[in-house]
């Protein structure tokens, strides 16, 4: 072997990308079906479907999905970044994902009258609903990293 690429190898910048990019996968991995698991048991749990509508071409619907993933991500990107193992993604998202689904619920509740108008098709009231799950998904977030 070539002894600069011996050198190379060896350093202490190439072991460093070797032992941190698994653990970085596994990190990213874990975060992912976290994500997964909470945009499924959101869609389980609304009077709408999200997914049908959406597949029908309802733009509305579209829109607050996307809020929807948007604003669980947001705390579990928080949460990946404040946790050093997976235990503690796992916990911290976990919670993460009760306390925003429990939030959205709210939000729910607080705008009554929405998803009828999203079923509908109505992209102002989806706007409204994305908007509102993104701000309650950046005031936990900040509330994550103290």
Known sequence: MDPSLSNVLSSAEVQAFASGFPVMVTHLAVTLLLLVAGAAVYAFLTPWKEIALIREGNA???VAFAGILVGLAAPLAVSLSVSTTVRD???WG???LVLQLLA???VDLLLTGLPQRI???EVSAAVVLAGAKLATALILSAALTG
């Open 104 to 106: 959205f619920r709210g």
């Open 60 to 62: 509305a619907a579209a």
């Open 94 to 96: 976990v919670a993460t």
């Open 119 to 121: 079923e509908k098709g």
């Open 89 to 91: 993604i796992a916990i």
